[in-house]
Structures are given as C-alpha cells and as structure tokens.
C-alpha cells in the first residue's frame, strides 16, 4: 500500500461517515451512492487508524470506480480547506478585535496601573499585618511567597516577568 493511498484512506477515515455522506447526497447519482458505501465502512471501523482497519477501507474503496472516489476526496479536501480557512478567519478576527480594544479607550489603558496600584497597597498591608501579629506572639510573621504572588502584578507591571530577561539583554 503507497504511503499516498495510506493518507487518503487515513483521511476518509478522519472526516467521519457523516461528512461522507452529506457530500454524496449534495453530488446525487453515482457519487451518493459510493459515498454511502464508503460511509459504511468507515461507520463500521468507527475513528479507528490501525493497519487492518485502513486495510479494510482500502478494500472497499479500491472496489470502487476511482473517478468517483477521486472526487469525493477533492469534494471533502475542499471541505476541509474551508473549515481551516473559516478558523483562520476568526482567528485573526478575534485577534483584530482583541488589539483594537487594547488600543481604544482610557479605561483600558488605567486598568492595568490600578490593578497595580491596588496590588501594591495589598502586598504592604499584607506585610504590616502578619508582621504586626508576630511582634505580638502570634504567628510566624509573613510569608514572603504569599507576599510575592499578592505582589505579582505589581513587579509585572514594573517588568519583572522573568528573571533571565535581564541576561538577555546584556548579551545582545
């Protein structure tokens, strides 16, 4: 079996009897009526990729007329085709979308600093607190994990995001 022939069959299998089967009735005639049969068999090995399974669909499929075969495989390339175009499409989409947003408006460009700004007063108050407890005999003071994630956003909007940033820039 060509390693062609393997794709093909592998992707009759992925596209499902379901898709199979629309794409022959939208064709009518003799078209339908092998994609029903294609359709069955993959129905029948149900997603399965092994050897005997692709085997058993090539069988069928090589017992059918190729040039019918033939289009129903473009017919479901350009299915697929259209579906990853269509993906692509709202992907960028959403990306436009997401970039104008950023870019628009003051109340977007303050919500970062004041997430900040909040983060910073929380951390302090953290600290104070905890260690105020400890000078009074209760508890260990404060954690400086806890102490560091409260202040996370703080120490990433000054640009403390990775510590091998600053190698980084002295290499270059």
């Known amino acids: 079996m060509s390693l062609l022939a393997t794709a093909g069959i592998s992707a009759l299998i992925k596209y499902g009897p379901s898709l199979i089967r629309i794409l022959g009735e939208s064709k009518g005639g003799t078209t339908e009526q092998v994609a029903h049969t294609i359709a069955d068999v993959v129905e029948t090995v149900n997603g ?13 499929v090589d017992s059918l007329p190729p040039e019918v075969v033939g289009e129903i495989e473009l017919g479901l390339a350009q299915i697929e085709a259209e579906r990853e175009k269509a993906r692509l499409a709202h992907d960028l989409g959403m990306h436009s979308q997401q970039q104008e947003t950023l870019r628009s408006g003051k109340e977007i460009k303050t919500f970062r600093p004041e997430i900040a700004r909040r983060h910073s007063w929380f951390t302090v108050a953290y600290i104070f607190v905890m260690e105020l407890l400890n000078a009074f005999d209760h508890g260990n003071g404060a954690n400086w994990e806890i102490a560091l994630l409260i202040a996370s956003p703080v120490l990433a909007w000054f640009g403390f995001r990775t510590w091998d940033k600053f190698s980084k820039q002295g290499a270059s």
């Open 48 to 60: 399965d990729t092994s050897p005997s399974s692709v085997a058993k669909v090539k069988a069928t």
